[in-house]
Antibody, heavy 118, light 108 residues
């Protein structure tokens, strides 16, 4: 069974750097041909795609947030990590990791709520 | 940046048909996907590759594509279909993903 689970701080202060971890099971990050994305959703608002990492370690980032994001993977730990610098209250959101499936569809983790507040 | 536009809301009576549109310039070149999201839950795929239905999704959900617009149709809407619906696709390069603005479906 394929599962993804996000973990990280529940609360971060403005200007801090957020580090989120996506732990996957049921598939290998090195053989899954499509890769893993991070997606977020502010409370009451729409989904927003953030970043993607392919099995060959190539990455793709949201044009709007590219300067603040970094995505990486640790195949031995079956983890994908997202860092976002200079956090702001508007970055308060539920952050999802999602595997890209064979047909180009996303398969989602349960999400992790991150609040940015001093 | 690339955007996908959806109507903010659609209201429909039980048993009637709900249609949700999604417009984007790259849709003739890239497949569209539709997700259903209920409060407090992760999105669930209901349509992939414009018009394919995953196993376990009721037949009343269907998708279609015409030019720069894709449409999700829910025929014979049921109370349990009340949710937010998002389209998703990619830009013309295929390496930047994008979600639509979301549509809240209300079952009257």
């Amino acid at each position: 069974q394929v599962t993804l689970k996000e973990s990280g701080p529940v609360l971060v202060k403005p200007t801090e750097t957020l580090t989120l971890t996506c732990s996957v099971s049921g598939f290998s990050l090195s053989t899954n041909i499509m890769g893993v994305s991070w997606i977020r959703q502010p409370p009451g608002k729409a989904l927003e795609w953030l970043a993607h990492i392919f099995p060959n370690d190539e990455t793709s980032y949201s044009t709007f947030l590219k300067s603040r994001l970094a995505i990486s993977r640790d195949t031995s730990k079956s983890q994908v990590v997202l860092t976002m610098t200079n956090m702001n209250p508007v970055d308060t959101a539920t952050y999802f990791c999602a595997r890209l499936g064979d047909y180009g569809e996303f398969h989602w983790g349960q999400g992790a709520l991150v609040t940015v507040s001093s | 940046s690339y955007e996908l536009t959806q109507p903010p809301s659609v209201s429909v009576s039980p048993g009637q048909t709900a249609r949700i549109t999604c417009s984007g310039d790259a849709l003739p070149k890239q497949y569209a996907y539709w997700y259903q999201q209920k409060p407090g839950q992760a999105p669930v795929l209901v349509i992939y590759k414009d018009s394919e239905r995953p196993s376990g999704i009721p037949e009343r959900f269907s998708g279609s594509s015409s030019g720069t617009t894709v449409t999700l149709t829910i025929s014979g809407v049921q109370a349990e279909d009340e949710a937010d619906y998002y389209c998703q696709s990619a830009d013309s390069s295929g390496t930047l993903w994008v979600f639509g603005t979301g549509t809240k479906v209300t079952v009257l």
